[in-house]
């Protein structure tokens, strides 16, 4: 089955300053790549996600990147801010919607 | 849109008794997942249904774990007899599924504790 590895555990930036959170996947039938925000004691919610026929996408602040040769994918968040904190959660999907998530990233946005 | 209401928020037991948690999916979703989300674990897929119908309850660490979904807009997730290491945060999440994956939304969890 997939799997999906997740790095850094935890991110430490100075706010105003870049994030970056890096997925790997095992599955190369995976075609749906979505990124969560779960913020301390609430549910995942649904931030950004990106599907195999497009190589990035870009919201406000944050983009994913994909490369499905080297079946990797990025968060990236720009001009980072408090309320940036929170765990992050990539996950991959080849269907059903069952999604296989990572281990998540603890991102720490200090003023 | 309400969105996936779960029932209790919280939940204390006494190790050895029954647990059941309620889902509501949202409505017109026709998929749905029950995951636990632990510290050391993660967040894990328990089961997911399709169209009221398990297609995958690999996840489901052991007997004493069962759920179902009698109908398109209920699902429960029982844990017979509970123990302590069934402590965690229990979600529920559904969506759209059909020819193409369609966004995942979750519910607001319950948390379990078992004494």
């Known amino acids: 089955g997939e799997n999906v590895e997740q790095h850094p555990s935890t991110l430490s930036v100075q706010e105003g300053d870049s994030a970056v959170i890096k997925c790997t996947y095992s599955d190369s039938a995976s075609n749906y790549f979505p990124w969560y925000k779960q913020e301390l004691g609430k549910r995942p919610q649904l931030i950004i996600d990106i599907r195999s026929n497009v190589g990035e996408k870009k919201d406000q602040r944050i983009a994913v990147t994909l490369n499905k040769t080297a079946k990797h994918f990025s968060l990236h968040i720009t001009e980072t801010q408090p309320e940036d904190s929170a765990v992050y959660f990539c996950?991959?999907?080849?269907?059903?919607?069952?999604?296989?998530f990572g281990a998540g990233t603890q991102v720490v946005v200090t003023p | 849109d309400a969105g996936v209401i779960q029932s209790p928020r919280h939940e204390v037991t006494e190790m050895g008794q029954e647990v059941t948690l309620r889902c509501k999916p949202i409505s017109g979703h026709n998929s749905l997942f029950w995951y636990r989300q632990t510290m050391m674990r993660g967040l894990e897929l328990l089961i997911y249904f399709n169209n009221n119908v398990p297609i995958d309850d690999s996840g489901m660490p052991e007997d004493r774990f069962s759920a179902k979904m009698p109908n398109a807009s209920f699902s429960t997730l029982k844990i017979q007899p509970s123990e302590p290491r069934d402590s965690a945060v229990y979600f529920c999440a559904s969506t759209r599924e059909g020819t193409t994956n369609s966004p995942l939304h979750f519910g607001n969890g319950t948390r379990l504790t078992v004494t």
């Open positions: 996950a991959a999907s080849s269907g059903w919607g069952k999604l296989q």
